[in-house]
Structures are given as structure tokens and as C-alpha cells.
């Protein structure tokens, strides 16, 4: 997916909602909100049991919304596995309302890697 976004709302990649997915070994690149908004890769709401496993996500947004890499909200059990992620602001986040895991992930160029859920090892 190259160059989403652009609308005068948030933009996401990739949006998911729903139960046990998964989301696996996709190139995001370039995922642009306009000035005040959020830009994320992968987006995970309202959902339970996902797996987000080697993904690679490079952001460029417009404005001064916050970027994020993997963002999940109302969502648990979520597991972030291998991503590879760089030019955001926050690469992981998990909001208050979400837990899970995050593990051998790899940013670059990002402000703040790791928001929120449960640290299993290997990141950088």
C-alpha cells in the first residue's frame, strides 16, 4: 500500500475490526493525514486475539498529527511481531483501553518507539 491518505480525516493503511485476525507481511509506505490529524500503517480497533507479524511501515504525513506505526484501541491480546518501522512518532502504541504483546521489532527515525502494552523482548 503506497501513498493513502490525503482526505481532510485521519488515515490509516490498513484498518482492522474484529476478532482473531491476522495481519501479515505487508510493505505500508507513505500514509499521509492532513494538518491535524493521525496517520497510522496498521490500525486495530474494537478487537480481540490479532497478531500484526512482519509488516513493514514507513510514514510520511502532512501536518502535525501524530504518526503511528501499529496503533491498537478497545482491543486485547494483541501480539506485534517483527515489524520493521521508521519515520513515525510513536511506532507501537497501544492506547489505555488496549493490552498485548510487542516483540523483535525493529524503528528507525522514530520518535518514540514503544507506547503502552507489554514488552516481550527483542526490540530495539
Known sequence: MVDTGGTP????????????????????????????????????????????????????????????GVRTWESSNVLVIGNRISMATIGVHYLTSSSGKYMNNITNDVTDPYSGGTDGGGNN
Open 9 to 68: 480525516v485521519n488515515a490509516t493503511g490498513i484498518y482492522l475490526q474484529g476478532p482473531n485476525a491476522r495481519i501479515l507481511d505487508n510493505d505500508i509506505s507513505r500514509t499521509k493525514a492532513m494538518a491535524g490529524h493521525f496517520s497510522s500503517g496498521i490500525q486495530i480497533g474494537s478487537s480481540r486475539g490479532v497478531v500484526v507479524e512482519n509488516n513493514r511501515i514507513d510514514h510520511i504525513s502532512k501536518g502535525p498529527g501524530s504518526i503511528y
